[in-house]
């Protein structure tokens, strides 16, 4: 794989086969970013649901116009970043901006780094200055692609929501 022929691409029905072996390797493991937890049979559905969020449609309650993105080289997904196009006081308490994963198989290969950086690009378009980001303070890899885009650490605090303290960071897009 190679890192300089990666692009973030829009869900789409072509790379269905690519995400449902993503889904297979993350096996039991929590599925990061949310939309990684949605139903995904049939799998159009999940696609026009995707879709419709960046759109602002049918969104649950609490939830604010997002848009997903998936790390692609050729046609396999090598992970999957979600950008909220605003901030309520929940988000910004625990979720922030953007949440991002990558598929076990290619973690540590830079990739964490290449999803975040573009994906920032995406917050810059929609007009975001500044984006905010949260992870566990365990999270060691998650840490060094934060910092590794010029995120800056504000604060960390414990978060009851899921037991566990988290760090709090800003990068400017």
């Known amino acids: 794989m190679n890192l300089l022929a990666t692009r973030l691409a829009e869900p789409d029905l072509r790379f269905e086969k690519s995400y449902l072996s993503y889904l297979r ?16 049979k049939p799998f159009h559905k999940l696609i026009q649901k995707l879709r ?8 649950n309650k609490g939830f604010v116009p997002n848009s997903t ?4 080289e050729d046609s396999e997904i090598l992970g999957v ?5 605003h901030l ?3 988000l910004e308490e ?8 990558i598929r076990p198989s290619v973690q540590g290969k830079g990739y ?9 690009i995406e917050a810059a378009k929609r007009g975001i200055e500044e984006a905010l980001l949260h992870c566990a303070n365990n ?19 414990y978060q009851r929501c899921v037991g566990t303290v988290i760090k709090q960071y800003r990068i400017r897009c």
């Not at 993105?69 to 692609?72: G, P, S």
């Open 25 to 40: 390797e993350l096996g039991s493991d929590r599925r990061v970013p949310f939309p990684l937890e949605y139903p995904h």
């Open 52 to 59: 419709d969020h960046a759109e602002g449609i049918g969104l």
């Open 69 to 72: 993105y998936w790390l692609v």
């Open 81 to 85: 970043s979600n950008l909220r196009h």
């Open 88 to 90: 309520n006081p929940s």
């Open 94 to 101: 625990y979720g922030g901006h953007i949440g991002y994963g």
């Open 112 to 120: 964490g780094k290449e999803i975040l950086r573009l994906t920032l």
């Open 139 to 157: 999270n060691h890899a998650s840490i060094k692609v934060i910092e590794s885009n010029r995120g800056r650490f504000e604060c960390e605090s």
